[in-house]
């Protein structure tokens, strides 16, 4: 494998999080400027992040939004992220606002965090819940935290969080 930087390689999406641990004032703001430094078509930072520490009203109202079936593990997260786009065109705004959100999870690694991302969510609710203008449009919620310890999870998930990552090889994401 070539010499891949260890953020990228080290990087994955855990399940386990630590219930006790707490994302800290300075970790959250590094982890948003992160994000805001990403690069956009045109400049045009179409991103909007709402941030929510555990067990404060944003955050409840963030994982209510998220299926059941995530909850599960996602309430042990030390925080959570909305990331939304506004903009006239939703395919380059999402686009962009992947980037930052890539940039957000780079940087957690970089702190010693651990950042797990969901797409699978109630879109509408959380816009109604978060009193989104109509024009931002919710796409992704991000799970922010430490490592937790993998047995505690239910079962049903211990034996994916504990298996080996696996990548698709290079040759077979290549169109041509």
């Known amino acids: 494998m070539?010499?891949?930087?260890?953020?990228l390689a080290f990087r994955w999406s855990p399940r386990a999080f630590d219930?006790?641990?707490?994302l800290t004032g300075d970790e959250a703001a590094c982890l948003l400027e992160a994000a805001r430094w990403a690069p956009s078509a045109g400049n045009a930072q179409p991103w909007r992040f709402a941030l929510?520490?555990?067990q404060?009203?944003?955050w409840k109202r963030i994982l209510v939004n998220l299926p059941e079936g995530d909850q599960r593990w996602v309430r042990h997260a030390a925080a959570l992220v909305v990331g939304a786009h506004t903009g006239g065109d939703p395919e380059r705004a999402a686009y962009d606002l992947g980037q930052a959100v890539a940039h957000l999870t780079?940087?957690?690694?970089?702190?010693?965090?651990?950042?797990?991302?969901?797409?699978?969510?109630d879109r509408a609710g959380l816009a109604t819940e978060l009193d989104l203008a109509a024009a931002i449009r919710p796409l992704v919620v991000v799970?922010?935290?430490?490592?937790?310890d993998p047995s505690a999870l239910p079962e049903d998930l211990r034996d994916r969080e504990t298996a080996l990552r696996r990548r698709r090889?290079?040759?077979t994401l290549l169109l041509a």
């Open 52 to 54: 929510g520490h555990r």
């Open 19 to 22: 219930p006790a641990a707490e």
């Open 56 to 58: 404060d009203e944003t």
């Open 143 to 148: 799970a922010i935290g430490r490592l937790g």
């Open 2 to 7: 070539p010499d891949l930087t260890p953020l």
């Open 169 to 171: 090889p290079l040759a």
């Open 106 to 121: 780079v940087q957690a690694t970089a702190l010693g965090l651990h950042a797990h991302q969901l797409t699978r969510l």
